[in-house]
């Protein structure tokens, strides 16, 4: 039970999270296609791509729980579809487990990269602009998805199965 | 134990933890990638490389390119701009025997034209298509392998996500990918088709003619393929001339594709949230990819095991054709038992250097495999587009989908092998580019 409400927390601030992502993605193109025109009108426009860089950072940090969720991520299942519910289970248990060892120490390395660059004062080249908010943001990112694959691992120990999805 | 040791316990390790536990391809890269620097290095040195390299690559104003084209995709897909370009290809080619299915390749070509992936083509062509060719009393093993097989060309023809990737990786021209898989994608396309006439003569009944359509309304039908000529003519143009940079040809294809699917009201408000969905999920899961083979690349490159591999290989007394076909053939296996994506990201740091250590041109490798490599999407066991395919023609059982695709198969070799001996197919599209 406890599981589910948190499962649900997770899906409902994914959703709050995809709304941010979005608009990053529509600040991308629309400052992508302002900076053709303006570059072959006028001038460009100072900073684009490092803005765009920013914004990329954080459209896919903030999208980061979302394929986790609904089990986009690629696997290959050639050999692990054949196991027993019982092998399976114990695979899936290990995997979630390194999954969200592996994200939590990227979210905890990249915010102390975030640190870093603001205790040095460090800004972007062109707007010198402070960026170290995106990192964090994608640090959270990072700490969001290791979130869900802790979630997932709950579910994996409570013996309710996470089938994958084969995308390309 | 030397470098080159730990490189290939990396590499058993991380297909390992791929091939028996489940975890995500992307994952397993980072994983194996950070443990291999920890043992390499130290722990410390694997943990700064985990924070540095995350933020830079995520950061990394080229990967910009990969949500871009992929929103560009998913705006033409989500307006049925598939269905007008499947309606003109029909008007066109549907009162031939068997033109409904090459109506199906050509639209699918179409799409490819300005969408980068596979299964998106595969799920939309199958429902557009299939009903007509139904309808026609078309057969099940040709409705279900044109389908599977036309649905190939979204990353064979650019834009390409995978050819995006492979630009990315290996620090290659992505807009000279691009125009030298043109080409190539035109004579899968083509080839695909006459597999479509050669089929139809050995079983007429499979693929019986349907309707015809006079003259005037064939050059009606035309305007359905509007969108596709505009969206690709701006896109290709614009980089050809160099115009703007390959992430701003997918800023302003996104900007042009909103722009036209709303101007033609094609594209509703909950139409516009599942396109914008639909490409966060697919870029951050690629993303995660990326970000992984990075950290895997960089264990990879202190091990040396890729330039022992290249400097082994290359000494070799076999001509360099040898090799290629072992590495094609690698990539067959490998496509077939995973996807195309996570094949190439795991095989390049491998086969890039021994491919560059053998002569042969960066842009010609990267097409060649991305041509095999996309062969694995319809390949038994995994194929994912056939899989796609028979899921949503429910009634069509997925050996008539393999056995409708094996017809098609042999085109792809007849490719490879043209790429291999006119390898200007690919170089001469490719080096115009400014």
Not at chain 1, 33 to 61: D, H, M
Not at chain 2, 91 to 108: D, E
Not at chain 2, 351 to 380: C, H, R, S
Not at chain 2, 413 to 420: C, S
Request: glycine content about 8%; hydrophobic content about 55%; charged content about 10%.
């Amino acid at each position: 039970m406890k599981n589910n409400s948190f499962r649900n927390f997770l899906i409902r601030f994914q959703q709050f999270k995809l709304l941010l992502a979005g608009i990053s993605l529509l600040l991308m193109v629309i400052i992508g296609f302002a900076n053709v025109v303006c570059r072959n009108l006028w001038q460009p426009l100072k900073g684009s791509f490092e803005l765009i860089g920013y914004l990329g950072a954080i459209t896919i940090a903030l999208s980061l729980g979302s394929a986790q969720l609904e089990k986009k991520h690629i696997i290959v299942d050639i050999i692990t579809r054949k196991y027993s519910p019982g092998w399976r289970r114990l695979t899936s248990t290990i995997g979630h487990f390194c999954g969200a060892l592996f994200f939590s120490l990227a979210a905890w390395q990249t915010w102390l990269w975030g640190d870093t660059i603001r205790q040095a004062g460090e800004t972007s080249e062109t707007l010198h602009m402070v960026f170290y908010p995106f990192i964090y943001l994608t640090a959270f990112g990072f700490a969001f998805l290791a979130l869900v694959l802790v979630s997932d691992l709950g579910l994996s120990l409570k013996k309710i199965p996470a089938e994958h999805t084969e995308t390309s | 134990m030397s470098p080159e040791i730990v490189g290939i316990i990396g590499l058993f390790l991380m297909m390992a933890a791929m091939l028996l536990l489940q975890i995500p391809v992307g994952f397993a890269m980072g994983l194996t990638g950070f443990a291999g620097v920890a043992w390499l290095i130290s722990f410390d040195a694997a943990l700064a490389l985990i924070g540095n390299d995350l933020w830079t690559t995520f950061s990394s104003y080229g990967l910009t390119i990969i949500p871009l084209f992929i929103f560009m995709g998913h705006i033409c897909f989500h307006s049925n701009v598939n269905n007008r370009l499947y309606s003109c290809a029909y008007t066109w080619l549907g009162a031939t025997r068997g033109g409904l299915a090459m109506a199906t390749v050509a639209a699918c070509a179409g799409f490819a034209a300005i969408s980068g992936s596979n299964t998106a083509t595969a799920a939309t062509m199958t429902s557009v298509a299939l009903p007509s060719m139904r309808k026609y009393g078309y057969h099940p093993t040709l409705i279900t392998g044109s389908i599977a097989a036309g649905s190939t060309l979204g990353v064979v023809i650019p834009p390409s996500i995978v050819l995006v990737v492979y630009g990315i990786y290996t620090g290659q021209s992505i807009a000279k990918l691009f125009f030298g898989s043109i080409i190539p994608g035109l004579i899968l396309a083509a080839l695909l088709i006459l597999t479509i006439v050669v089929i139809c003569r050995r079983h007429p009944a499979w693929g019986p003619p349907g309707e015809k359509t006079s003259f005037k309304e064939k050059i009606i039908s035309l305007k359905g393929s509007f969108e596709m000529l505009l969206l690709f003519g701006l896109v290709m143009g614009g980089l050809f001339v160099g115009f703007f940079t390959p992430s701003e040809a997918g800023a302003v294809g996104s900007f042009c594709a909103l722009f036209l699917s709303l101007f033609r009201r094609s594209l509703s408000y909950e139409k516009f949230l599942a396109a914008i969905n639909d490409t966060l999920k697919i870029s951050s899961f690629i993303i995660i990819i990326i970000a992984g083979a990075v950290i895997f690349g960089r264990f990879l490159a202190l091990t040396r095991l890729p330039y022992a591999i290249a400097e082994w290989a290359a000494a070799l007394p076999v001509a360099p054709v040898f090799i290629l076909w072992v590495i094609i053939l690698v990539f067959i296996v490998g496509g077939a038992i995973m996807d195309a994506l996570g094949l190439l990201l795991i095989t390049i740091p491998i086969f890039y250097p021994l491919a560059v250590k053998l002569n042969y041109d960066p842009i010609w490798f990267g097409v060649l495999i991305t041509i095999v490599t996309t062969m694995g999407a319809i390949t038994p066991p995994v194929g994912v587009n056939a899989y796609v395919v028979a899921g949503i023609a429910k009634d069509i059982p997925l050996t008539t989908v393999f056995k409708g695709i094996a017809y098609f198969l042999p085109t792809y070799i007849i490719t490879i092998i043209l790429l291999e001996i006119f390898p200007q197919l690919i170089l001469w599209p490719a080096s115009s580019v400014h």
